[in-house]
């Protein structure tokens, strides 16, 4: 019997490219962003998915992501966007891998690369005034030039002017050109040659417009034993928690190591038997403990949700995200290890 478990719908993640797809240029390519174990949904059941859908450009964070992706993506290309460390050259050989350049350090003979050029995300990538100059320099040239918006959901002036400074960066280059992540689809003009997908691909929406998504991953928890307490009864770490009535708690199989954020303590909900029980106490290491009073039957075995597939739920992953005044990157990416990843 599984304790914590993320169940993802295959069908949802081919449907969400599929969408996306049909609203680029038929020019545009899709890099798929499988980094952070493809944002916690698992690389070993997205990376499939994709492939068997055409994809053959993906990109990870680093070279160890790298290796793993390559157990599933045999041919396609795979873009290191943290780049190639000094000593990293031969198995970025070995494992036919992409490097990106944002210091000016190319990786080497035999070593594929693609430059980053900064445009005001003042983070990683070559000074948008430098670029040209260090483009017409570059020997071999780089396989493509790519760019990153700052703040693409909420500031279309500031995505308009980094556009620009790109477009006019790269403008002698003929290497290929993408800037686009999820949210900067949005950016008038911004698809180029091609578009890198993160979050939209796994169906949450990083801007409400997108409504043709759909989310992918849904995260249950086991019910381990249910107990009965009188009223004035303290509950968790700290006695945070008191409860008011007699009362049914229900402890799940999950807690802050496996992703659930101790942030939910005393205000999180989970879905048992169809109905919303709230966080009881403290979220601790490995469990958590929510109130059943309210769930008929509640009883151990039960299936608890963490997190719903559906856009709207009140756990959704932006609903878990506003609770815990984060995004839902950050709440997908914590997903831990621990929890056991599969579906169909």
Request: hydrophobic share 40%; net charge neutral.
């Amino acid at each position: 019997m599984r304790r914590s478990w993320a169940e993802i719908s295959r069908p949802r993640l081919a449907e969400n490219l599929g969408a996306i797809r049909a609203r680029l240029p038929a020019s545009t390519g899709v890099i798929a962003v499988v980094k952070a174990n493809a944002y916690g949904h698992g690389v070993g059941l997205v990376a499939p998915v994709l492939v068997e859908e055409g994809v053959e450009d993906f990109a990870v964070a680093s070279l160890p992501e790298a290796r793993e992706l390559r157990r599933w993506v045999h041919r396609g290309r795979i873009l290191v966007l943290g780049g190639c460390l000094e000593g990293e050259e031969d198995e970025f050989r070995k494992y036919r891998l992409t490097a990106a350049v944002y210091d000016r350090r190319l990786p080497g003979p035999d070593v594929p690369y693609e430059v980053k050029i900064d445009t005001g995300m003042t983070r990683l990538g070559i000074p948008w005034g430098e670029a040209a100059d260090f483009l017409a320099s570059c020997s071999p040239p780089p396989e493509a030039v790519f760019g990153h918006f700052a703040s693409p959901e909420d500031d279309p002036g500031f995505s308009h002017l980094q556009l620009d400074r790109f477009l006019e960066a790269v403008r002698q280059a003929e290497s290929p050109r993408h800037i686009a992540s999820s949210a900067g689809l949005r950016v008038a003009g911004a698809f180029l040659d091609r578009v890198r997908v993160g979050l939209a691909l796994y169906g949450v929406r990083p801007v409400p417009e997108m409504d043709y998504l759909q989310p992918v991953l849904t995260w249950k928890a086991r019910v381990l034993a249910v107990q009965e307490v009188p009223s004035g009864r303290t509950v968790g770490y700290g006695g945070t928690f008191v409860t008011q009535r007699r009362s049914r708690l229900a402890v799940l199989s999950a807690g802050y190591a496996d992703g659930y954020s101790r942030a939910h303590s005393n205000r999180g909900r989970v879905r048992i038997r169809g109905q919303l029980a709230p966080v009881a106490g403290r979220v601790s290491m490995d469990l958590t403990t929510v109130d059943v009073t309210d769930v008929p039957g509640a009883a151990p075995g039960d299936e608890a949700t963490l997190l719903e597939g559906e856009e709207g739920s009140p756990i959704s992953a932006w609903a878990l995200a506003l609770q815990t005044d984060t995004i839902p990157y950050e709440v997908l990416t914590r997903i831990g290890p621990r929890v056991e990843r599969g579906g169909g």
